[in-house]
């Protein structure tokens, strides 16, 4: 079982930028895919990006590509989501999500998830 906090979200102008952290809980972070999701209201939950156990391979979304970087630091049970040239349609909640396998994109392939974090882009 991991148990994972989102923090970092916030109100920022178009164009901007945010650095979003998603702390886990327990001695298996290593083992897990990360993750991270977001839903604007009223919309389904889309895949953003995830990233491998190692962090040695990530994969975007084709609307944060090139904008949006995943890293993790193991030592820290800690994944992040750097956003960069933040646009109005990136408003969502913003959420981290572990999973046993890499690959599945659902959401529904990602047992444990955090809280959310909202992200407002003003334009």
Not at 33 to 53: C, H, L, N
Not at 94 to 119: D, E, I, K, L
Request: positive net charge; aromatic residues 12%.
């Amino acid at each position: 079982q991991v148990q994972l906090v989102e923090s970092g979200g916030g109100l920022v102008q178009a164009g901007g930028s945010l650095r979003l952290s998603c702390a886990a809980s327990g001695r298996t972070f290593s083992s897990y895919t990360m993750g991270w999701f977001r839903q604007a209201p009223g919309k389904e939950r889309d895949f953003v990006g995830d990233i491998s156990r190692s962090g040695g391979i990530t994969y975007y979304a084709d609307s944060v590509k090139g904008r949006f970087t995943i890293s993790r630091d193991n030592a820290k049970n800690t994944v992040y989501l750097q956003m960069n040239s933040l646009k109005p349609e990136d408003t969502a909640v913003y959420y981290c999500a572990a999973a046993p396998s890499y690959g599945n994109r659902n959401p529904r392939g990602y047992p444990h998830w955090g809280q959310g974090t909202q992200v407002t882009v003003s334009s």
